[in-house]
């Protein structure tokens, strides 16, 4: 008897099962997956356009300067903490909450340094807050020209 060796197919993986499994995976998370949308504030820097008032009987002027320290009424603060400038609001204003503040800060200044000088006017318990503007050299530009 003679025995014919089979010949045997080469031996093969079915990928079949693999592509369902990853499909539904796919599905998985494209089904429990959240997709948030960030919101985001646009800031619009005020420029001024009015003229400046000449005087002001009482105010309080805080200068933020380019290395974040402060000036309160063009004294210079010994350093650039909340405690400190409170200290200098409490006795420049003797008291009085309703005077006007002012804040003029460098362009260069720290978004913090400013954000600590209207923190620590909100903490004194002063509710007039303003901040001080350039006239935007577009508008003088056009100012000339007429």
Same mark, same amino acid.
């Given at each position: 008897?003679?025995?014919?060796?089979?010949?045997?197919?080469?031996?093969?993986?079915?990928?079949?099962?693999?592509?369902?499994?990853?499909?539904?995976?796919?599905?998985?998370?494209?089904?429990?997956?959240?997709?948030?949308?960030?919101?985001?504030?646009? /800031?619009?820097?005020?420029?001024?356009?009015?003229?400046?008032?000449?005087?002001?009987?009482?105010?309080?002027?805080? /200068? /933020?300067?380019?290395?974040?320290?402060?000036?309160?009424?063009?004294?210079?603060?010994?350093?650039?903490?909340?405690?400190?400038?409170?200290r200098?609001?409490?006795?420049?204003?003797?008291?009085?909450?309703?005077?006007?503040?002012?804040?003029?800060?460098?362009s260069?200044?720290?978004?913090?340094?400013?954000?600590?000088?209207?923190?620590?006017?909100?903490q004194?318990?002063?509710?007039?807050?303003?901040?001080?503007?350039?006239?935007?050299?577009?508008?003088?530009?056009q100012?000339?020209?007429?």
């Amino acid at each position: 008897m003679k025995f014919k060796r089979r010949i045997q197919d080469e031996p093969s993986i079915n990928l079949t099962p693999l592509i369902d499994v990853v499909f539904l995976l796919l599905i998985f998370f494209m089904v429990t997956t959240t997709f948030t949308r960030e919101t985001r504030l646009q /800031v619009n820097l005020p420029e001024a356009e009015a003229e400046t008032l000449s005087t002001q009987s009482e105010r309080l002027e805080i /200068v /933020v300067s380019r290395d974040g320290s402060f000036a309160l009424n063009g004294q210079t603060l010994v350093n650039g903490r909340v405690e400190t400038l409170l200290r200098g609001l409490a006795l420049e204003s003797d008291g009085n909450l309703d005077l006007p503040v002012i804040i003029v800060a460098d362009s260069q200044a720290s978004h913090q340094s400013v954000v600590t000088a209207m923190d620590a006017i909100g903490q004194a318990g002063f509710a007039r807050l303003s901040i001080a503007t350039q006239r935007s050299e577009q508008s003088g530009a056009q100012d000339t020209d007429n």
